[in-house]
Each structure stands twice: as structure tokens, then as C-alpha cells.
């Protein structure tokens, strides 16, 4: 059972435009809601992350906006850089007591052109 | 303070042999989370690690088994390699009960 799904699959962007990735969550027990970026050969980073008790998040060019009541956030990418292409994945996690464990989107392949 | 490191960079073994991977967590992080990313997909979670011992277990067969270490470092070893084991290993650290996961680079395992 896929409890986060991710779209769009791929994104392609000119520069200076803004990038929009979308998830949607099933389990209503989900309370961390992080976006990583990754590199081709590299691990994923954490972009940004939110808690469900907050509508928005802004940290520089990258913004989420959370739904609590439809199940679904999204990650905007303000005025996106060439050097923002790289494949970003949306999670959920569940602080269980036996520690947290991220669910991941499948991701999203964001092309920004010069 | 040193991030999470990952070794070897990139291995490839032989169907039925085993494997072992190795992780070394950020400074001052006591838990490690193994995920396995397949070729074009999200990591997906294999298990956890604190105190030396498994917390939670992803939907992974028995032949994927770890190891933690007192100075928090962690091994992964698969037993029985399939070609399906073919994917990226990537190691996350992070304090225990805090959400934050930070990841390494990863290791590439090619089973052939």
C-alpha cells in the first residue's frame, strides 16, 4: 500500500519560474511532513519540513503549504535556478515508539532551463 | 562536525553471495535508518537501529540484518543476494525520537 503519492512524475521549468510538486498522504496518524532534494549519485537533503498543526511553511525560495483536511501539502520553489534540477521526494513520518521512519513519494524530476 | 558517511562508494557482487555495508552516523546522532532506493524510486525504509538494537523493520525478508555499534555506527548485511537487491543503500542518522533524518551518500550494489 503506497501511503504517499507524488506527482507530477517530471517538471520542467524555465528559469525564474516557479516550481510545483504535489503529495497526498493516507495515514491521518502522520505528523512530519519533510522534502528532500537529491542529487544524481548523492543522498537525499532536507529542503524543508512541516508539522501538521502549521498551513505554511517559507524558508527562502522554497515555501510548503499543507492541507490537513484534504491530505495533501506541496512544495513551491520561488524563482527556480538551473542548479535547482535534481529529484526532490515528499515523506511522512510517524513518531512510533519505536522511533520515526520516513515514507517516501516516488519523486518528482524537476528540470529547470536556462 | 562530520555528516553521515557511507562505505564503500560502490560494490558489485554475485547472485547467492553476501554483502555488508557500512555507515558511520553524524556527530552526536545515536539512531541510524537503513532505506534501500531502487533505480528511479523513493527510499524505502529496511530498519532502524538504537542502542544497539532493531527498532521497527520495514517490509524486508530476514536475510537483511544490521548491526549497531557503542560509537553509533551501523552494518547493513544481506545474505543471499538477489538481482533485485540491485539499488542504492542509503544510511540516515539521526537523535532518537527527533523526526529529522540526515543521509549519507549512499552505496550502489550491482548483483549480477
Known amino acids: 500500500q503506497q501511503q504517499v503519492k507524488q506527482s507530477p512524475q517530471s517538471l520542467i521549468v524555465q528559469k525564474g519560474g516557479i516550481s510545483i510538486i504535489n503529495c497526498a498522504y493516507e495515514?491521518?496518524?502522520?505528523?512530519?511532513f519533510p522534502w528532500y532534494q537529491q542529487f544524481p549519485g548523492k543522498g537525499p537533503a532536507l529542503l524543508i519540513a512541516?508539522?501538521?498543526?502549521?498551513s505554511e511553511k517559507k524558508e527562502g525560495r522554497f515555501t510548503i503549504s499543507f492541507n490537513k483536511s484534504a491530505k495533501q501539502f506541496s512544495l513551491h520553489i520561488m524563482d527556480s535556478q538551473p542548479g535547482d534540477s535534481a529529484t526532490y521526494f515528499c515523506?511522512?513520518?510517524?513518531?512510533?515508539?519505536?522511533?520515526?521512519?520516513?515514507?517516501f513519494g516516488e519523486g518528482t524530476q524537476l528540470t529547470v532551463n536556462p | 562536525e562530520t555528516g553521515v558517511t557511507q562505505s564503500p562508494t560502490h560494490l558489485i557482487k554475485t547472485r547467492g553471495q553476501q554483502v555488508t555495508l557500512r555507515c558511520s552516523s553524524q556527530?552526536?546522532?545515536?539512531?541510524v535508518s537503513w532505506y534501500q532506493q531502487a533505480l528511479g524510486q523513493g527510499p524505502q525504509f529496511i530498519f532502524q537501529?538504537?542502542?544497539?538494537?532493531?527498532?521497527g523493520r520495514g517490509n524486508f525478508p530476514p536475510r537483511f540484518s544490521g548491526l549497531q555499534f557503542p560509537n553509533y555506527s551501523s552494518e547493513l548485511n544481506v545474505n543471499a543476494l538477489e538481482l533485485d537487491d540491485s539499488a542504492l543503500y542509503l544510511c540516515?542518522?539521526?537523535?532518537?525520537?527527533?523526526?529529522?533524518?540526515?543521509f549519507g551518500p549512499g552505496t550502489r550494489l550491482t548483483v549480477l
Open positions: 540516515a542518522s539521526s537523535l532518537w525520537r527527533l523526526d529529522t533524518q540526515y
Open positions: 495515514n491521518t496518524a502522520f505528523d512530519y
Open positions: 512541516i508539522r501538521p498543526d502549521v
Open positions: 515523506a511522512a513520518s510517524l513518531r512510533e515508539t519505536s522511533g520515526s521512519r520516513l515514507t
Open positions: 556527530s552526536g546522532h545515536n539512531t
Open positions: 537501529y538504537y542502542r544497539e538494537e532493531e527498532n
